[in-house]
């Protein structure tokens, strides 16, 4: 008779046990809301990488970088950071397209193009000089969208954060698309 009443306390003690530790994990403030900086380093994650990406030249992978990052973070800064990758990408191709460096247009096209291993085996022919024109019409499409998503948040922050990378852009003129401008801290 001893153990069915031992086997209900035990059942009921744990039952308790688990209800307390329920209410104590509602009280116990989590990584995230106390962690400020680790939330800063979560929310820069993308935005680190996209720098790299852009310091590397492989513009598709920071603008799937930046993109993550709207996902994960919307907002004003987001869709400018988008937008800023966008112009960088033109930055270079008019620098390239001044230089006439159309084998380096041919690989920012592949760069933009190519996602898979089969791109290796079967890639995407495009003449340089054709691709030129193509990634910038594409660009400028792809620029004016986040530019006017941008905007509709906050325009007055927008227009800060085009003036910091004007500023960027004039102590940079032969390299500004290799990277960002240092108030964004990426």
């Not at 939330?39 to 920071?62: C, P, T, W």
């Not at 994960?72 to 950071?81: G, L, R, T």
């Not at 990758?85 to 033109?90: G, K, L, N, R």
């Not at 380096?104 to 190519?114: K, P, Y």
Request: proline fraction near 4%; aromatic fraction near 12%.
């Amino acid at each position: 008779m001893n153990k069915p009443f031992f086997f209900q306390h035990r059942l009921t003690s744990v039952v308790f046990c688990l209800f307390v530790s329920g209410l104590c994990g509602l009280f116990v403030p989590s990584t995230s809301m106390g962690g400020g900086s680790q939330h800063q380093m979560s929310l820069n994650a993308e935005l680190a990488r996209a720098k790299i990406f852009v310091q590397a030249g492989d513009y598709r992978r920071a603008v799937e970088a930046c993109q993550r990052h709207i996902d994960q973070h919307p907002s004003v800064e987001a869709y400018v950071y988008l937008a800023y990758v966008y112009q960088a990408i033109d930055g270079y191709l008019s620098f390239l397209a001044k230089k006439e460096d159309y084998v380096q247009v041919e690989q920012l096209s592949l760069n933009l193009t190519a996602r898979e291993v089969i791109d290796i085996i079967d890639p995407p022919n495009v003449m340089p000089r054709m691709a030129q024109e193509l990634i910038h019409e594409g660009l400028r499409q792809q620029f004016d969208i986040a530019a006017s998503m941008a905007n509709r948040l906050d325009r007055a922050r927008t227009d800060e954060l085009w003036l910091q990378q004007s500023a960027w852009r004039e102590s940079q003129p032969d390299s500004w698309w290799a990277g960002v401008p240092s108030e964004w801290n990426w």
